[in-house]
């Protein structure tokens, strides 16, 4: 078995070692095959990686294994991720993106939920999206127009969401929508519900070409006077915003780390790779100091950006309140990688502008992940409110309970310590 790396000892067990090596041959053997496929075709809607890893449960890596999940925690969750990412930023945004709706429904599913969905989620037959986001919105969820009116029988859901993952392959929908009337604090103005996408009213527009995660869906769905019966709400009517917030910071911000993580190692790999091989002088490119100056930097992110992923996600898995940990692995994951992905496109020159190196395509994959679950701005403001409320600054008396706490009893995953705490 591969060599996890050192700084990561003290996260991982025997158990997330042997998932972490059956997440690399995975990906070797079964993702990069079908990535050339996905890049030649960048409007096209990759249905075949989602499949093959619905075989092996990994949408189900979160739900208890009384459902037939693997209830192995948010550390498993991170590994499966982050070792997808280093070959196809594409097929790990299709395993994060489903994941981010299972929390919705893990947590604030009512019983009967669980036990008519959860089995489906854990061998893949049920594909999930959470919509949330609105073209004119984007992370301003108080701002969003959606809304679903009692008729006295059912909800009627109209309006539209942009940028759903898994928009093109989901076949269950958690939509937020607007149910209270205007001038309602938004805290108690949202709800949601689960939507099919095969419902009448349900339409999933034309799948276009992105920037980057070719393969990868994240598009548009609207939604024209859907009826939905008062028993797939999700939660209690008035608890939409809680529930996007929730499962966006639990499951949103380290599933984006992690993804930021694999693209990073990419880059960071290549660029040692070609450094050493490209002929300068009487030696390599990677003899030269100020090229060495580079690679250090690269090294040194890439060691901080993995023990910030790793540790936030063991801090959930204990049980401990995390979430500031989790924001902050999400926003400066992405910005360490962006800073390596700049070095390495200088690093190789010209030879990086070509569509044929798969350096280009890391470079497009890593600008993804910044915008989803909130951009850099959004998260440091977040981090800024906690630190001026743990000061008692004025203004900032409302209740910053965590997310991590208050669902700590759902988010906790009992293990074994696989090394004494440091």
């Known amino acids: 078995m591969p060599r996890t790396p050192a700084t990561l000892d003290r996260f991982l067990t025997p158990a997330h070692q042997a998932l972490w090596a059956d997440a690399d041959a995975f990906a070797q053997e079964e993702v990069l095959p079908l990535v050339e496929r996905m890049e030649s075709a960048p409007s096209r809607v990759d249905r075949k990686i989602a499949r093959l890893m619905a075989g092996r449960r990994w949408f189900g890596v979160t739900v208890p294994t009384a459902f037939g999940g693997m209830q192995a925690g948010h550390v498993a969750k991170t590994i499966l991720i982050h070792r997808l990412a280093r070959v196809s930023g594409a097929a790990a945004a299709i395993l994060q993106a489903g994941l981010i709706p299972v929390a919705a429904l893990l947590h604030y599913g009512s019983d009967d939920q669980h036990a008519a969905l959860l089995p489906g989620v854990a061998d893949g037959s049920v594909l999930m999206s959470i919509a949330v986001t609105e073209p004119d919105q984007g992370g301003h969820i108080g701002g ?85 019966p008062p028993q797939n709400i999700l939660g209690e009517v008035g608890q939409g915003f809680d529930i996007a917030q929730s499962s966006s910071v639990l ?42 100056d580079r690679l250090g930097r690269m090294s040194a992110r890439a060691i901080m950006a993995r023990i910030l992923a790793y540790h936030a996600v063991d801090m959930l898995d204990r049980g401990l309140p995390c979430d500031m940990e989790l924001i902050a692995a999400k926003a400066i994951g992405h910005e360490l990688a962006a800073e390596a992905g700049r070095d390495a496109m200088e690093l190789h020159g010209a030879n990086a502008l070509t569509e044929d190196y798969p350096l280009e395509r890391i470079w497009r994959d890593m600008q993804t992940t910044y915008a989803p679950a909130g951009t850099g701005e959004v998260q440091r403001i977040r981090l800024a409110q906690n630190l001026l409320h743990e000061h008692g600054h004025p203004g900032e008396e409302t209740d910053h309970t965590q997310w991590s706490v208050r669902l700590a009893h759902l988010t906790r995953h009992a293990r074994a310590d696989p090394a004494p705490a440091l």
């Open 144 to 228: 969003m127009t959606t809304s679903a009116e009692w008729d006295g029988k059912a909800w009627v859901l109209s309006g539209t969401k942009a940028h759903v993952g898994n928009s093109h392959l989901a076949g269950l929908n958690v939509v937020v929508a607007r149910t209270a009337p205007p001038g309602a604090r938004t805290s108690q103005a949202l709800t949601a519900f689960l939507v099919r996408t095969d419902q009448r009213g349900v339409h999933v527009h034309r799948h276009t070409s992105k920037l980057g995660l070719h393969g990868f869906s994240y598009g548009l769905i609207s939604f024209d006077r859907v009826r939905i």
């Open 251 to 292: 499951y949103g911000r380290p599933n984006l780390a992690a993804v930021s993580l694999g693209l990073h190692e990419a880059a960071v790999a290549l660029t040692t790779q070609h450094v050493s091989n490209r002929p300068r002088y009487k030696g390599a490119v990677a003899d030269l100091g100020v090229v060495r």
